[in-house]
């Protein structure tokens, strides 16, 4: 067995003893804590769990008493030893001011990144010393059993950076800043108010007036608020500072953040932080306990037990009896055509281009690129030294070809922007489309939309894609965007844009590029992506309505369909996913033709749940109900990349992409799958080879969780299934860091959420006609 050299980001907390005294009392109501902690928190730490409040005291003899004294086990209570670390760490960080302190977070003062790019880049305007990027220090601890019945407690590090503004409104406004629409914050917070304020309308004589807001706040004193740090402000204020210099900034800054989130650099700041925390334990968790800050986490495999394994490499399918396959999705589409060739429907499919009069000839000539293909040849010499030019294109044959297409009908339809300049570029384009779709009598298939590149950069309610995208989909058109930029490239850029445009175009007229290999041992396997979207675009709870999504895939991941349930409140959404969830899952097992006593399996992935809303418990009931009459093994799987955890590869010394440089030092190998908890693993997606350059951070792995409601525990084939759905999707040739039940459902949510600005949007045709096209490609 080879030695893996995986490391976590965190230090085991050694214990002291397997027991400790505190204090318990009854508390069945957790409403009830928080006058507890205002009576007695000045001399008390408390800890709520399952109806029981637990304290430890803060000073030697408390003068205010609290519950019974006890004895208890280390083991039996690691999240209110954790819960106590973390309430220790700003302790030992003291010349730091925290910005949360739960997780425990504080910014590096002493290293800032812009003036390091200022010092790179010259003559820059003053004002940008007014924009700080800090490092960012997040400590958290957390309960990890990389081994069955070995828990314990790590403290985990991550780094992320911190964005701030410091410049005054006024002067951002002077210098040509659009402020309408980015939010603003609070300089200074009092306990228990909310550091975002809200979102700018207009600033008048130092005041600035919200559009949206906390609190129905409708005007703040400039002097009051800076603008939030975000990175979308950032762009925002720099492009109009800096203009064509914008673009050396961005990449020197980029590049600053890198030397911090590189493999290398995560590494040694880990070491530095060990070292300081080292030097400052034992902590003193409660009478008779101490935490000593112990050696990095490893995963260490055993004769007797594997908490760390690879997972089998995945395979591209373009056949259904599995027979035709590939490491490589588009090596097997050009050798041996998409899985669905000998069933697609749409052999001489119909697909309707709209472009701006003023660029016809450049999509004349990209259209016919597209549907015969590009030849590139190169000179190389054979055996004997004679010269040969070779066929080295990426995209040979076209579009009718590669797909098992006769015909396919390319229709051009020009936009009149020549004359109609002077008008808003979303009314013209809907102005065509809408007289254009009320001539025909049979719609097309599918529809290209060529857009300017400086309309592309328009907001969504003036965006002439997003207005042409409401207009078609509601006639049950799924639709393609093509940018200018796109359509100018080189051959030998565009053939690559050509393979991942005609895979998604295909896939959006119900095609089925390819699937992964599956071994099926069960009457029915199904993977349900469970996801939600807020319709309101609003960072303001009171005026969100919700949104749920579901996609529906078969084990193999061939695509089913998609809905979207009704748009209700947060308070209705659990009784709408109820209903949602049981017509879907009701519609499958008609349409599978489910018979009494067959075995079938049922797999929902969830990202991120509304808080108190359980997600698990709700779909549970309706597997029950619907199920009734078969054998169903059901996992709930949490998956996400928001979580404190980071693996190193020690042994993994990166790609050589030129002498001197390496990308993906210290990136675990794709398929890495470790242990985290009995029901946790954390899996790579994204390893050495397909990190595009050397700057990119080192990836974060995913956290994937399974619910104990589930009956189905194999979190191995669990596992390796998510890793199989990160390859299933035709967006693109490459894996995505998510599996598609998560990453599709965010790419509905998106759209969904831009499509709110379009003026008689509504989005009922994509439970009829478009519920089986991957419409959101």
Sequence with gaps: MSKLDIQLNGFKVELSAP??????????????????????????????RKGKLYGIPKVTNPQKPFGQREDFICNEHLQFLSSRINYLLPVIFSRYNPLKHKPFTFLAQKKE??????????????????????????????????????????????????????ASLSTLQNEGVELRDLYVIRRQCTRGQRRLVGRIDRLSEKIVYLSDSFDKIDSIDEEEVWLEGSKASFSSCLKAI??????????????????????????TTITTMHKFL???????????????IGERIEAINTKEYQSV??????????????????????????????????????????????????EQGSVENFIATLRDGISIK??????????????????????????????PKFILQPIPWFKNTQNKPATVYRDT??????????????????????????????NPYIHSKSLLL?????????????????????????????????????GVPWTVDHDLTIHDELVIGVGTCELSGSRFTERQRFVGITTVFRGDGNYLLGNLSKDCTYDEYPNVLRSSTLSILQEIKNRNGWQPDDKVRLVFHAARPLKDVDVANIIAECVDQVGNEQNVEFAFLTISHDHPFTMLDKSQQGVNVKEGERKGIYAPERGTILQLGRYTRLLSTNGAKLIKRPSTPLPTPLLIHLHPKSTYYDLTYLSEQVLKFTSLSWKSLLPASDPVTIYYSELIAGLLARLQDVRGWSPAMLNIKLRASKWFL
């Excluded at 790019?117 to 059993?145: A, G, R």
């Excluded at 080292?278 to 000593?292: E, V, W």
């Design 474 to 510: 509601m006639a049950g058109i799924p639709v393609q965007e093509v940018r200018l930029a796109t359509i100018n490239q080189s051959k030998n850029d565009l053939q690559y844009t050509l393979q991942n445009l005609t895979v998604a175009l295909y896939a959006k007229m119900n």
């Design 309 to 358: 394994i690879t997972g089998s490499s995945v395979e591209y399918c373009f056949d259904a009896a599995r027979t035709k396959r590939s490491p490589y999705a588009w090596v097997g589409i050009e050798q041996y055509g998409p899985f669905s060739r000998q069933t697609f429907s749409k052999k001489t499919p119909e697909i309707i281009v709209f472009f701006p009069d003023t």
């Design 278 to 292: 080292a030097s400052n334990s034992p902590l003193d968790i409660a009478p008779g306990l101490q935490g000593k």
């Design 113 to 166: 990144l812009i003036s390091e790019v200022i010092s790179t880049v010259k003559n820059l305007p003053d004002i940008i010393s007014s924009f700080k990027v800090f490092p960012k220090y997040i400590l958290e601890p957390k309960i990890f059993e990389i081994q069955n019945d070995e828990s314990g407690i790590g403290l985990f590090l991550r780094l992320k950076t911190n964005w701030q503004i410091q």
């Design 378 to 407: 190169k000179r190389e010499n054979d055996e004997y030294g004679k010269v040969e030019w070779k066929e080295k294109s990426r995209y040979t044959g076209g579009f009718a070809k590669i797909f098992s297409l006769v015909n």
């Design 433 to 462: 489309i809408e007289l254009t779709l009320a001539s025909r009598e049979i719609m097309p298939d599918a529809a290209m939309v060529v857009l300017l590149d400086n309309h592309t950069r328009l907001p969504d309610s003036e």
């Design 242 to 267: 800096l203009g064509y210099k914008y673009k050396n900034f961005e990449s020197a800054l980029n590049n600053e953040q890198s030397n911090l989130l590189i493999g290398p650099a995560v590494d």
């Design 19 to 48: 027991t400790f005294k505190a204090y318990v009392q009854n508390l069945p109501n957790s409403q009830e804590l928080k006058s507890f902690i205002e009576l007695l928190g000045d001399e008390w730490f408390f800890h709520w």
